[in-house]
C-alpha cells in the first residue's frame, strides 16, 4: 500500500468508497471544507430534529415529549379526581423511563 495521496482529486474519484486489501477492509479518508461540511452536516441534523421531535403530529396535534409526558401520567395513575401531585414528579419518571 502507498502513502501517497494524488495531486489531483479528478484522479482519487475513481476509487472505491472501500478497498479490500488482504482481509481488511479500508475506508478512503477524503480532505473537505469545514465550513461546507458543517453546513449541510447541521442542515441534515437540524431537518431531523424539526420533523422528529418539534412538529406536532397531525394526527392528534402533540410533540413527542407531550405524548410521553401523558402517558406516563395515565400510567402513574394520576388522574384528576386523585390527590395533588408536583409536575416535577411526573417529570422525573418521564426522564426515568422514557430517556
Do not use: W
Not at 480532505?31 to 392528534?60: C, F, H, K, W
Amino acid at each position: 500500500m502507498s502513502d501517497e495521496t494524488p495531486e489531483n482529486p479528478a484522479e482519487s474519484a475513481d476509487l472505491p468508497e472501500t478497498v479490500l486489501e488482504g482481509d481488511v477492509l479500508v475506508d478512503r479518508v477524503e480532505q473537505v471544507d469545514l465550513q461546507t461540511e458543517m453546513q449541510r452536516s447541521y442542515l441534515d441534523y437540524a431537518m431531523a430534529v424539526i420533523v422528529g421531535r418539534a412538529l406536532p403530529d397531525v394526527r392528534d396535534g402533540l410533540k413527542p415529549v407531550h405524548r410521553r409526558v401523558l402517558y406516563a401520567m395515565f400510567d402513574g395513575g394520576y388522574r384528576p379526581d386523585r390527590s395533588f401531585n408536583k409536575c416535577a414528579r411526573v417529570v422525573g419518571e418521564v426522564m426515568g423511563q422514557y430517556h
